[in-house]
């Protein structure tokens, strides 16, 4: 990479190595916007919100413009996909006032993509004494929100996964 970068710069006087400088510097900053990023402690953090019914808590990570698609959205909007942090508030806000009691998640584990700044977290959600596994895909961008998520439920987890 070293030696590309040293050849591209290769015949350009002083000011236009400044101005290419300062543009490799912007996109690298943009690229590592999440670098800093703690996929476990996120993961941690989101199941937790979850666990305590804070929609406000998980409406933090969310970009205003988020999308996000799950079956279960269909089933409490009418419409697979929610656009927008006020109408993921108002469906999120619905759900959770519908349960018969409160959710009771346990992070399973986590994958992290940082060039694609995609995590994908796996937990097993308890279900009237039924075992769930579920997951949840969120893409970042490069403001460190998330502007798209999509929600998974599988099938009833067997004691020896």
């Not at 999440?34 to 666990?51: K, Y």
């Amino acid at each position: 990479m070293a030696l590309k970068v040293a050849a591209a710069f290769h015949g350009f006087d002083h000011g236009d190595f400044v101005g290419i400088a300062i543009v490799v510097g912007i996109l690298a900053a943009e690229r590592t916007h999440t670098s800093g990023f703690a996929p476990e402690e996120f993961a941690r953090e989101w199941v937790a919100a979850w666990n305590r019914s804070d929609a406000e808590a998980v409406l933090a990570h969310c970009a205003d413009d988020v999308v996000f698609v799950s079956a279960l959205a269909a089933k409490v909007t009418g419409d697979p996909e929610v656009r927008g942090k006020s109408a993921l508030r108002a469906y999120w806000t619905k759900a959770l006032a519908s349960l018969s009691a409160p959710l009771q998640f346990a992070l399973d584990s986590f994958l992290w993509d940082a060039q694609r700044r995609i995590i994908v977290i796996l937990y097993i959600s308890t279900e009237s004494d039924r075992r769930v596994r579920r997951s949840e895909l969120m893409q970042f961008g490069p403001d460190g929100l998330i502007h798209r998520g999509e929600g998974f439920a599988g099938a009833e987890c067997s004691s020896g996964l």
